[in-house]
């Protein structure tokens, strides 16, 4: 096996990896809601189906980003790969900030004042969960 050869396995682990967090994440997140809407009120129990799918997502777009960064770096390293990934983590990089304002209900920048306004300490998780 080549060096060339290991790296596209390494890649190709990381894909997998991703999308294997993206559907273990999703059904996990989804048998949660079927067991929470029994036992408590649907719209918490909803509200919490919506952030960990949300956190789902963001877990399994940071891994297939590395993917990404290695194809491009150590495999096929073009002009054209390198704006493609830039592109690619652009969009990836939106999404994840939309999901975590979604999520939080806050800016990143103004997450301190929130926590501080809400007595809680900066460590505390503002996601809701339920």
């Known amino acids: 096996m080549t060096f060339q050869e290991g790296l596209e396995l390494v890649v190709k682990g990381f894909e997998v990896f991703g999308v294997g967090i993206l559907v273990v994440g999703s059904i996990s997140a989804v048998v949660s809601y079927a067991r929470d809407a029994r036992s408590m ?7 919490a189906l ?39 983590v652009l969009v990836r990089t939106f999404l994840s900030f939309s999901l975590e304002i979604e999520l939080e209900g806050v800016v990143p920048w103004r997450r301190r ?7 809680l300490s900066p460590t505390d998780d503002l996601a809701p969960l339920a």
Not at 41 to 47: H, L, P
Not at 68 to 76: H, K, M, N, R, S
């Open 50 to 88: 919506r952030g960990n799918i949300g956190r789902t997502i963001l877990l399994g777009l940071e891994v297939l980003i590395v993917a990404d960064i290695v194809q491009t770096v150590a495999i096929d390293a073009t002009w054209q790969s390198a704006v493609a990934l830039g592109v690619i």
């Open 113 to 119: 004042s929130v926590q501080a306004a809400e007595g």
């Open 41 to 47: 009120d649907r719209t918490r129990a909803w509200t």
